[in-house]
C-alpha cells in the first residue's frame, strides 16, 4: 500500500514537474477546507473530550428495575432466614420468635407496617391460620398492619399477659440468685 502511493507520488511529480508553483484542479484536503494544526488539534480534543463524556456516562452503574419492589424486598427478607412460627411445636416461644424476626426487620432497615406484613411470611401452620382469621376479623378502617399493631396481637393471641408475667419473673429469680 505505502509502496502504491509513493509510485503516484513520484509520476505525478514526473509529470508536474514545470507546473510546481501551480494550484491542483483536484483539492487534496477531502472536506474541502484548509485546516491549520491549531484548528484541527482544537477540533480534535473537543471529540476526544466529547467521546470520554459519552464514556464515562456509559460506566454509570444500571439500576436494577426491581430495587424496592416487594418482591425483591421480601425475598431479601427470607435469604436472611428469619426463624419461623408454627404454635404446634411445644419449643416455640413467641417472645423469642417477635425478638428474632424484629432484629432482621430493623437492620434491613423496614418501615414499621413493612415490618408487621414481612413477620406474616414467618407464620406458618397453625399461625398462619390463627393470622388469617384475625385479619378477617380486623376492622376495615383499623388502617394498615404495623409491627406495634403485629406484635401486642400476637404476643396476646399465643404468649398471654400471665406467661409473660412469669417467664419475667422467673428470669429475674435466676439472675438474683446468680448474683448472689
Known amino acids: 500500500m505505502i509502496l502504491k502511493d509513493m509510485d503516484h507520488r513520484r509520476s505525478y511529480l514526473r509529470r508536474n514537474a514545470d507546473n510546481e508553483n501551480v ?10 477546507e484548509q485546516v491549520t494544526r491549531i484548528k484541527f488539534r482544537a477540533n480534535f480534543q473537543v471529540l476526544a473530550q466529547a467521546m470520554i463524556t459519552q464514556a464515562n456516562r456509559e460506566v454509570i452503574a444500571p439500576v436494577s428495575p426491581n430495587v424496592g419492589m416487594t418482591v425483591t424486598r421480601i425475598r431479601n427478607f427470607r435469604r436472611k432466614n428469619p426463624s419461623e412460627f408454627h404454635n404446634s411445636k411445644t419449643d416455640e416461644d413467641p417472645q423469642e420468635f417477635i425478638d428474632e424476626v424484629h432484629k432482621i426487620v430493623c437492620i434491613m432497615v423496614f418501615s414499621t407496617v413493612e415490618k408487621g406484613e414481612l413477620t406474616t411470611y414467618q407464620l406458618k401452620d397453625v399461625a398462619k391460620v390463627w393470622f388469617n382469621q ?33 417467664k419475667i419473673l422467673r428470669n429475674w429469680r435466676r439472675r438474683s440468685n446468680l448474683l448472689t
Open 23 to 32: 494550484e491542483p484542479k483536484v483539492l487534496i484536503y477531502p472536506l474541502g
Open 134 to 166: 384475625w385479619k378477617e376479623e380486623m376492622v376495615v378502617d383499623a388502617g394498615p398492619l404495623d409491627w406495634n399493631k403485629f406484635k401486642g396481637v400476637f404476643l396476646d393471641s399465643f404468649f398471654p399477659f400471665e406467661m409473660r408475667e412469669a
